[in-house]
């Protein structure tokens, strides 16, 4: 069974509107670095951190680079080639990806987007079916560690619980999704996912660096992103998924973290 933790939203919106997502370039919790607007087989992307995108697509598609905001650049240009070329594995970092030294997470060498990108790549998307994907960096709570690497945080380590089975993975710490229905409907979807296990106080996550009130503090801050997502929004409703078994053995305690947000599991 998958292990994640997803917050989902339905959003009355007549049309896609990315300005939903704008709270999330203003706060210190979460450093927007790259995004990927699809539409059908086609994507338009800008900035870095797309790698997890491209993965999941499972596709190497043509990516098209948003042309308002950056019509000559070699160094993204590259960066797209190495996107649409290379081989994905679950271990593969990020041009601009760098596994830490001391404890496993990684982090990202990456420009921050500006919140202009929104506008942009709202002009681009037509049509039922359109989905933008928001990645960046976590500022993660980490027990005796002061380093601001721990601010940066793209992919947390991910430990199997398996007795049999002790590989660490990378995980994607967390990413937003916003679409509209293929089917042509009134209401807009938003998801903020996480197949990370740093919000759990029994995972010891990050080879035990993360106990339980390090874990407190960075589902709060979990729960914190998913209200400002939604924050100006007219929400038809919202449901929490977390299906392993991992995550319900703390159900209260992420039940607590949301409060009244969550209409539904």
Same mark, same amino acid.
């Given at each position: 069974m998958s292990q994640y933790i997803a917050f989902h939203a339905s959003l009355r919106q007549p049309n896609l509107?990315?300005?939903?997502?704008?709270? *999330? =370039?203003? #706060? +210190?919790? =979460?450093?927007?670095? $790259?995004i990927a607007g699809a539409f059908g087989q086609a994507s338009i992307v800008e900035g870095y951190g797309l790698e997890p995108y491209v993965d999941d697509?499972? #596709?190497?598609s043509r990516l098209s680079p948003l042309q308002s905001l950056r019509p000559e650049d070699g160094r993204h240009r590259a960066y797209l080639r190495f996107l649409e070329e290379g081989g994905t594995t679950t271990f593969r970092l990020d041009m601009f990806e760098t596994a830490h030294m001391d404890y496993p997470l990684t982090v990202l060498d990456a420009p921050t987007l500006s919140e202009d990108v929104l506008t942009s790549l709202s002009n681009e998307l037509r049509g039922p079916g359109s989905v933008v994907r928001l990645y960046g960096t976590f500022a993660l709570c980490v027990s005796g560690v002061e380093a601001p690497d721990t601010l940066n945080a793209f992919r947390a380590g991910v430990t199997s619980h398996q007795p049999q089975d002790?590989?660490? #993975? =990378?995980? *994607? @710490?967390l990413s937003i999704s916003i679409g509209q229905r293929a089917n042509g409907g009134k209401d807009v979807y938003l998801s903020v996912f /996480? +197949? /990370?296990?740093?919000?759990?106080?029994?995972?010891?996550? *990050? $080879? $035990?660096? @993360? $106990?339980?009130? +390090?874990?407190e503090a960075n589902l709060a801050r979990f729960a914190l992103l998913t209200r400002l997502s939604c924050s100006g929004a007219d929400i038809v409703s919202t449901h929490l998924a977390c299906p392993s078994p991992l995550f319900l053995r703390e159900r209260e305690r992420i039940e607590n973290a949301f409060g009244t947000q969550i209409t539904a599991w």
């Open positions: 509107d990315l300005a939903a997502l704008g709270p *999330l =370039f203003r #706060t +210190e919790l =979460f450093r927007p670095v $790259g697509r499972r #596709t190497r002790k590989a660490i #993975t =990378f995980r *994607l @710490i /996480s +197949e /990370s296990d740093v919000w759990l106080g029994c995972a010891q996550a *990050l $080879g $035990g660096r @993360i $106990g339980p009130m +390090e874990a």
